[in-house]
């Protein structure tokens, strides 16, 4: 057989390919028309935001992140996000506050069968920038009219709507859980950076009352000075000692005047030295100077950290107990559901289109198949009558 034959078989058969699509694209188009209507409402949830900087608190509960190779190009937040928007947490809350047992027309005790349908409808992804999409489906009965499906279309935007405010509850109430762990956790750090504190200050108390050092610093300065205040006049009280000593002419008064002037000046010094001069209370030895400024350096830095421990904590202690009282809103909505005006399913073009292609290929092929077989048993019986006529007494 060549094309001409092909072509031909078609022709003889073309009001049987007719009426076979004709037929099933008017049955399709009819189902279209009465099957249930899927109605799909979504939202757009822009990326949570992320805490700035590293607390105190992160580093000592854990929560610092620091820098993640697996965690590049993803937003954590996020993911968490969408974790919840499909946890069964999320969709046991949607059946209460819409209640779905009676809309699903589910007995209370098989409430994990709507809590199921809402988790298989609802969807929700996150993009590489952390934008957060959730949608939802719903079908309407066969034979739905339009008031019907404008209901069904504004349950689908209202039930989103309404994960996204609980999506906001839960996660409020997670960030006031962690904030009043990290603030009891706080309370006691706090506390036993207080004693620490106390007892940091008891021993400078203590070594300033024992040492005599109220300000070891400014008080080895004014020591310092003293001590080349005073060699300065020893100096020249030396040299006009030897002056007056060596002139024939100069008075013994003079000379004795000048030896009384130069030991008082040289036990000064000595005086200032081992701590005895001034006022008494601030005098240091020379000799300890350098292990009392070691210890000074020891307890002043151990003071110091302490304090600002206890400081930094105090911060902390304060932007937590905010945190927890704190009832804000948690979630950016960049887009709220809508309505939908049509539905996403069925797409009557394309179920017609498609039905069409498959009705015309499996026409044809039925078509081919059925004049096949009619030539077969047209030859077998052609076949038949020859033979008998050939050979009359075969058959008894």
Do not use: C
């Amino acid at each position: 057989m060549n094309l001409r034959d092909y072509l031909a078989v078609l022709l003889r058969y073309r009001s049987l390919l007719l009426t076979i699509i004709l037929t099933g694209l008017v049955l399709v188009i009819v189902y279209s028309f009465i099957m249930p209507k899927t109605f799909t409402a979504g939202a757009v949830l822009l990326p949570p935001e992320k805490s700035e900087g590293m607390s105190l608190n992160n580093l000592i509960l854990g929560g610092g992140s620091g820098f993640d190779l697996k965690s590049l190009g993803q937003n954590s937040s996020a993911e968490v996000f969408v974790k919840i928007l499909t946890s069964r947490s999320l969709a046991d809350s949607l059946v209460t506050r819409l209640n779905l047992l009676q809309r699903y027309d589910v007995d209370s005790a098989q409430r994990s069968l709507a809590i199921e349908q809402v988790m298989g409808r609802i969807e929700a992804e996150s993009d590489k920038q952390g934008v957060i999409s959730v949608t939802y489906n719903e079908k309407t009965s066969f034979l739905s009219d339009k008031a019907e499906q404008q209901e069904v279309a504004t349950f689908t935007a209202t039930l989103i709507n309404n994960a996204i405010e609980i999506l906001d509850k839960l996660n409020q109430q997670k960030s006031v859980t962690r904030a009043r762990r990290s603030r009891i956790f706080l309370e006691k750090m706090k506390e036993e950076k207080r004693k620490e504190m106390d007892s940091a200050q008891r021993a400078m108390q203590a070594f300033q009352e024992q040492n005599k050092a109220i300000a070891l610093d400014k008080q080895l300065d004014a020591a310092l000075s003293s001590v080349i205040e005073t060699q300065a006049m020893i100096q020249k009280a030396k040299l006009e000692l030897i002056r007056a000593e060596s002139d024939l002419n100069s008075d013994q008064r003079t000379v004795q005047s000048l030896r009384s002037q130069l030991a008082l000046l040289q036990r000064q010094q000595q005086n200032v030295e081992t701590g005895n001069s001034g006022v008494d209370a601030l005098g240091i030895p020379f000799k300890n100077v350098p292990e009392l400024a070691r210890q000074y350096a020891t307890l002043k830095l151990n003071l110091e950290v302490t304090t600002q421990v206890y400081m930094l904590l105090e911060a902390q202690y304060n932007q937590e107990k905010i945190q927890e009282a704190r009832e804000l809103p948690t979630v950016s909505v960049l887009d709220w559901a809508t309505t939908p005006l049509y539905p996403s399913a069925p797409r009557k073009t394309i179920i017609v289109a498609v039905t069409g292609i498959l009705l015309t290929a499996f026409s044809v092929l039925g078509v081919y198949l059925y004049d096949g077989l009619q030539r077969g048993i047209y030859s077998n019986k052609q076949q038949a009558m020859n033979h008998k006529q050939i050979d009359p007494g075969s058959n008894k």
